[in-house]
């Protein structure tokens, strides 16, 4: 789902920068261009049933939303997230069980389908779904996508992966369209920040649902995100560290879906980070939202931080 170019990992805005300076005082493809249209979708249910699978959140380290809260609660909109860290073990979920629309990060997910099925079928990926991987990921482009979700076996093919990789609140779109627009209908898939760091965790530690060959491959796409779509989680990150992600932009009706997955690893840190946020009232301000985020994740997660 098309959006304008922002350059390279972006530097700060100015959100990001005064939040920084709370915090330090103890106080952000091809397909139809996103700006053409809005789409008419309901809104999503904002809840969902307690998380169940592994890894699960936990309360034993005090949450690194905490010192957000007073940036958050001023922000526009719907904001969820969770935080996966692999030096403690740790899980912490900010608005937990709150169920917002995917956009285009459902394309790890069918990444993710079309590597499981692959290695069930004890063989590589088909030279048509390799062709394509590249593309979808790196590129975020959606008529890959949605030729790759018709040869995996569509929503169904999709959500038999999610109950594999212990994916409880995720629920494929099974829209060709969605309403009011020419965009694909699987970015209606709808899910929660949990389960996205249950996805991104089978890519970024070993398990028994993705091999080791098959997290390489996925990471490496996600490793080289073009570079205008190098925002979100990495927000706030050095230009050293492993930064493995996929952004979501969807505009509707009441407003733009922005979100942004992945895993962090580098200065100390080994996280993985979702963060969904919905009704944001430009693209640009949802951005601004996650990357603040991002930026106070990575400085709590530090070496002298609390995680």
């Not at 010192?67 to 526009?76: F, I, K, P």
């Not at 990444?111 to 048509?128: D, N």
């Not at 629920?171 to 969605?178: C, E, G, R, V």
Request: proline share 7%; charged share 15%; net charge negative.
């Amino acid at each position: 789902m098309g959006r304008p170019n922002f350059g390279g990992r972006r530097a700060l805005s100015g959100s990001a920068m005064m939040l920084a300076a709370l915090l330090a005082a103890g106080c952000g493809g091809s397909g139809q261009p996103a700006s053409q249209a809005k789409a008419t979708a309901p809104h999503p249910s904002r809840s969902a049933a307690a998380p169940t699978p592994s890894p699960s959140p936990q309360d034993a380290v005090p949450s690194p939303f905490l010192a957000l809260n007073g940036y958050l609660r001023h922000r526009a909109g719907h904001i969820t997230a969770a935080i996966y860290d692999a030096r403690t073990g740790s899980i912490w979920v900010y608005h937990p069980g709150q169920v917002q629309y995917t956009a285009s990060i459902v394309k790890v997910e069918i990444m993710g389908t079309a590597l499981w099925q692959a290695q069930r079928a004890s063989q590589g990926l088909p030279s048509a779904e390799a062709a394509l991987m590249p593309s979808m990921i790196e590129n975020s482009d959606n008529d890959s996508a949605t030729q790759m979700l018709a040869d995996v076996g569509g929503p169904q093919a999709v959500a038999q992966f999610d109950q594999a990789a212990g994916l409880t609140d995720t629920t494929p779109s099974t829209l060709a369209l969605i309403p009011g627009t020419p965009w694909p209908g699987w970015g209606l898939t709808t899910t929660t920040a949990l389960d996205e760091v249950r996805l991104i965790y089978r890519f970024a530690y070993p398990n028994t649902v993705l091999t080791d060959a098959s997290r390489s491959y996925g990471l490496n796409l996600m490793e080289h995100i073009e570079a205008d779509q190098d925002w979100g989680i990495s927000g706030g990150v050095p230009a050293d560290a492993t930064v493995a992600l996929k952004n979501g932009w969807l505009p509707l009706t009441a407003g733009w879906q922005i979100n942004s997955i992945g895993w962090v690893s580098g200065g100390g840190r080994d996280y993985v980070l979702a963060v969904l946020t919905a009704d944001n009232p430009t693209e640009a301000y949802g951005i601004d939202t996650i990357e603040a985020i991002a930026q106070a994740v990575y400085g709590d997660l530090g070496p002298s931080g609390s995680g």
